[in-house]
């Protein structure tokens, strides 16, 4: 096995999540659990894959990590900081900044009435306090750095193509220069090709920036391309977990031959050179 040890930028340990369902007959809440003992590292500069069927437990860890969602119980920390510690809902600005997420469906993540370039400079605004010639020399450098010509920036969202919107919820990601992003089937709603351009941005940028994902999907074939390490959720557990390769090709349980025998060969996807 691939030693991959080294310090964690994000360390999870033993993470329980439930969500309140209703009360009982005393008024009591039921709750319902949905994520068990849940233990795993993000390296710096590194990607940990999270996948599973839908409901499985991925987008609610993705909150957590985002302190987005009560930790029942375990730890989560972050640089040696306890994120349980932060007030519900409410973390410190300094780790808004280091965590940033970008998810399924930039349409909904972007303000419709707002053009792409106000998008991007409206958070390097509130991260940077930057204005005037700065901010705009700041939204250009991101519009650069995610491929996109600055002309686009003049377009609205439902003017841009899927994978166009997706660069610009990109770009506003980092606008905080973050050291850990969430994407939470970030490039699920793509085509294949539109979604191979934009996972080699992710890389692009890793290389670059030395960023942490956690990268979730459904899909193991998309997981496969970009993730060092890799955790298979099943109702709200990991059943296997470990360096990529590993999992692809020594899998210990039967849900994740099963969802290995379900990806369809992509002949399309090279495997992104990981570092
Ligand atoms: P995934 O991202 O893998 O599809 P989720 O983390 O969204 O899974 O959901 C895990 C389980 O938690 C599902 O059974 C879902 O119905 C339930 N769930 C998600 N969000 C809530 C919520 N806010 N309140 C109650 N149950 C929820
Ligand atoms: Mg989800």
């Known amino acids: 096995m691939t030693d991959n040890s080294g310090n964690a930028l994000l360390k999870i340990e033993a993470l329980d999540v439930r969500y309140e369902s209703g009360r009982s007959v005393w008024g009591l809440p039921r709750y319902k659990n949905v994520v068990h003992g849940v233990s795993f590292d993000v390296k710096p500069g590194q990607t940990f894959g999270l996948v599973g069927e839908s409901g499985s437990g991925k987008s609610t860890i993705g909150k957590a990590v985002l302190r987005q969602v009560p930790i029942h119980a375990g730890s989560i920390r972050f640089d040696g900081h306890e994120i349980k510690d932060f007030p519900s809902?409410?973390?410190?600005?300094?780790?808004?900044?280091?965590?940033?997420?970008?998810f399924q469906n930039p349409l909904m993540s972007l303000n419709p009435r707002m053009l792409a370039r106000d998008t991007v400079a409206e958070a390097v605004r509130f991260h940077t306090g930057m204005t005037g010639s700065a901010l705009s020399g700041k939204v250009g450098d991101l519009f650069n750095d995610v491929g996109l010509p600055r002309k686009l920036g003049e377009r609205y969202p439902r003017e841009l193509s899927g994978g166009q919107q997706q660069r610009v919820a990109i770009a506003r990601a980092l606008a905080s220069d973050p050291r850990l992003i969430v994407c939470d089937e970030a490039v699920s709603a793509l085509d294949v090709s539109t979604q191979s351009h934009v996972m080699e941005l992710l890389h692009k940028l890793q290389n670059e920036r030395g960023v942490s994902y956690i990268f979730i999907s459904h899909d193991l074939?998309?997981?496969?391309?970009?993730?060092?390490?890799?955790?298979?959720?099943y109702q709200g557990r990991f059943v296997d977990v470990g360096m990529t390769d590993d999992v692809y090709g020594n899998p210990k349980h039967v849900y994740t031959r099963n969802l290995l025998d379900a990806v369809p060969?992509?002949?399309?996807f090279d495997r992104l050179q990981m570092a």
């Not at 074939?221 to 959720?233: K, Q, T």
Request: proline residues 6%; positive net charge.
């Open 265 to 268: 060969k992509m002949p399309n």
């Open 89 to 102: 809902q409410s973390a410190p600005l300094w780790y808004r900044k280091a965590v940033q997420v970008v």
């Open 221 to 233: 074939g998309v997981v496969r391309n970009i993730c060092h390490e890799v955790g298979v959720l």
